[in-house]
């Protein structure tokens, strides 16, 4: 039974992770409808630059985090004024563009470090707490914790700042909140620069966990996906869950079947989410249906 | 009124709170002609969508030819006989304007070239043979629509739904394009059209049938309708604000 | 097919022409058919005079192949715009096959074709049908999940694919084995492979399913207005671009005769890669994937080889750039940017 439970802890546990590279996602995904398979990159990204801040300045990772979200945001921005917003309404393009950008980000990386795999650590790297004869590393509380607060920040940022509101007026009608006297391209770059600051977010509490590889981004783009259609377009309420409900599954499916089929067994819960219910567990009915066209 | 086509019942349509359309019936027989008017968001696109299949009813059935076709899919209605166009123009921008007319004919003509004889045979009916080989994506909003026109024909519809064919033509245009309406009509096909210039509805309709905020509030022939003071204060009276 | 036409409207008398104007306006297979035949004794003398140069007729069949793939994946992905980044999945499926049926069965490759194309088209079928449901960019994503399970699988199924460590076939030369002594025989049978690809999707182009295919990319709300079963529509088309990658793979596999699941099934080598030769050469063109792989397959080689030994990764760098500029510059391709060139051209005139 302890087993049992160790699993589950584990499978929460991976399920925050999942929760916080999600979170980003959801905007970029679920809100704002660009499908970026160059997310994992950013948070590769964000990994880099907690190690860099500790290497050079001996910055404590997740101080680091405070210079590392607002550059990725920035850099988000970029991204999305050069590259995305040209091919709007290109929905095919932007994936051969997202693409693009994930062999280049991945690449450069790659070339700049050479490859080699780098860890460091955080006081807190050692730390575990034991409750019930369970075992939890405080590392991954403190990505469990950060999931929940960037999910209830971002749900109450959508839900109750004029800005927010603004985003979700676009992401339901594009046309009717031009004619509103919306800014229909800022408020996507923003979006999308907070989606990508997200993952960088997600990247920098990741790094005291895992070895720095200019691949690891591959690691979490599937399983952030495969949330987010879950738990439902758009819903942040559906990341949070969506993200534990992965995780779980993929804890369980590496303890009792095998560590090597985790990922089919994720995407077989991906394409039964769709068969069964396609808007998701807490999306809208049909927002899955609205056609990327239809908001051109 | 020669045999029923095309029957509604009790058709209703809700968004969330909304009640787009709302308890509609009637029924249309083979070869007429009837004209849906109403002020704007009044549900005539809504009630279109409802009977060729874009969207499910709440409530309510639809007969076709006597068969209940309310759950159909939009491509096995227009397979059953039902051609439509869209107020806004759909047109297939990578393809020529005889391959956008083909795309209707295909349907009962699998083969190419007996699809693209029978998309000819229509893009001459819109006036656009002469465009064949244009590329669609280069048409004039007048031009798109009356290719829309096309490839509804291509199908052979039993019942063509014609949705605004007519807004926001130019005089020549708006006057070839009832041209072609009349004519059609004439051969006995059967045509719903929605239509806002109540002027133009006069010309080719014998028959009206006016929405307002998703209920039914008249049917009957056009001059009585049209000074109906019901419809006139719904429609008319609203306009002139 | 379209002669067939022709010869039966033939027989059915002279008054029916009268009303034949619009298949005189229609391009048909038969127009397409000259085109097809130069350009496959073009490569075809090609492969003739490099018979000696073996560093150059190694790449040239290895673009042939990927021309016949980027082919294949334009059927769905240029003709029906569903993008699919699994093709890879297809290939390896053609491979295993082929490679597991000689190697243990002694079944002649030239049989596993059959099979091959089977499990190709029914694993695309099964993928496809629950995406399809929807609109949006779902497929994408799920055929990158495809990638990954694939893999995954590949790797724990060690009684098929040989784990990490790949499945091998012993050499026995012969014509009916598919392996040959002749570096240009296998040039002539990629050759055979490209134009097998070619001739389907000229007539899947030229026929209701390619109208269909195009209509649905183009408007699906007009094309199911227009009695188009849209889900049928990309199935078929998604399983004949399956069908014809997985017999890509059993070509590949006894050219080779070793593959290992990371390089068969890597998602930029193959997967991508094929998207990506369609998109320089023009997505939704019948030539264009056929000159995208003669364009990439020799640049891929020498950034490889130049670039690769330089820096770690800078062959992908300039890929990853080439895929981000040509998606926003070159949506047409190169195919696209002649025909703009040969119409500006043919206006002056």
Known sequence: MDQFFNVVALGMLLGGTYALVSVGLNLIFGVIRIVNFSQGEFLMLGMYGAYLGYSTMGLDPYAGAFIVVPALTLLGMVVYWLVMRPLQNEPMMQVFASFGLLLLIQNVVLAITGGVGMSMNTPFSQVTLTIAGVQFSATRLIILLAALVAAGGLGLFLAKTNFGQAIRAVAQDRMAAQLMGINVERTFMWSFGIGTGLAGLAGVLLTPIYTLSPQIGGNFVMAAFAVVVLGGLGSVLGALVGGFIVGLTEAFAGYYIDPELKHAVIFIVFIAVLLIKPSGLFGQAGAEEVGLREQS | MSAIQLGVEGVTKRFGGLTAVNDVSFALGQGDILSLIGPNGAGKTTLFNLLTGQLAATAGKVFFDGADITHYRPNQRARLGLGRTFQISQTLTSLSVLENAMIGAFLHHPRIADAADKAYAALERVGLASRAKEEAGHLTLGERRRLEVARALGLEPRLLLLDEVMAGLNQTELARIVDVVVALNASGQTIIVIEHNLKVVRTFSKRVLVLDRGKMIADGGADSVLQDPVVVEAYVGKKKQ | ?349
């Open chain 3, 1 to 349: 097919m379209s002669n067939l036409d022709l010869a039966q409207s033939g027989a059915l008398g002279d008054s029916r022409l009268a009303g034949r104007r619009g298949a005189a306006e229609v391009w048909t297979v038969a127009n397409e058919l000259p085109t097809f035949f130069a350009v496959v004794a073009a490569i075809g003398l090609a492969v003739y005079l490099l018979s000696n140069q073996f560093f150059y007729l190694n790449l040239l069949t290895m673009a042939l192949l990927f021309g016949g793939l980027a082919v294949s994946w334009n059927i769905i992905g240029g003709f029906g715009g569903q993008f699919s980044i699994a093709h890879s999945v297809f290939f390896a499926i053609g491979a295993y096959t082929a490679g597991n049926l000689y190697k243990h069965f002694g079944v002649s490759p030239w049989i596993a074709i059959l099979p091959a194309m089977l499990l190709s088209a029914a694993v695309a079928a099964i993928v496809s049908w629950p995406v399809f449901r929807l609109r949006g960019p779902f497929f994408a994503i799920a055929t990158m999940a495809l990638t990954e399970v694939a893999i995954a699988f590949a790797m724990h199924w060690k009684a098929v694919t040989g784990g990490a460590s790949g499945l091998t076939i012993p050499y026995r030369a012969g014509l009916e084995n598919m392996i040959f002594q002749q570096r240009w025989a296998y040039a002539a049978l990629f050759l055979g492979y490209l134009a097998v690809t070619l001739l389907t999707s000229i007539v899947i182009l030229r026929s209701r399913l390619g109208y269909y295919l195009q209509a649905v990319r183009d408007n699906d709300k007009a094309a199911e207005a227009s009695g188009i079963p849209i889900m049928w529509t990309k199935l078929k088309g998604m399983a004949i671009s399956a069908a014809l990658t997985g017999i890509g793979g059993v070509f590949f596999m006894m050219y080779v005769r070793i593959v290992e699941p990371a390089g068969l099934l890597s998602l930029f080598d193959v997967g991508v890669k094929i998207a990506l030769i369609a998109l320089i050469g023009g997505i939704g063109t019948i030539y264009g994937p056929l000159l995208g792989a003669l364009i990439l397959v020799p640049l891929d080689y020498w950034l490889r080889a130049f670039m690769g030994s330089a820096v770690p990764g800078g062959n992908l760098i300039v890929l990853g750039l080439i895929l981000v500029l040509g998606s926003l510059f070159m949506k047409k391709g190169v195919a696209g940017a002649l025909r703009q060139v040969y119409r500006a051209w043919s206006r002056q005139q």
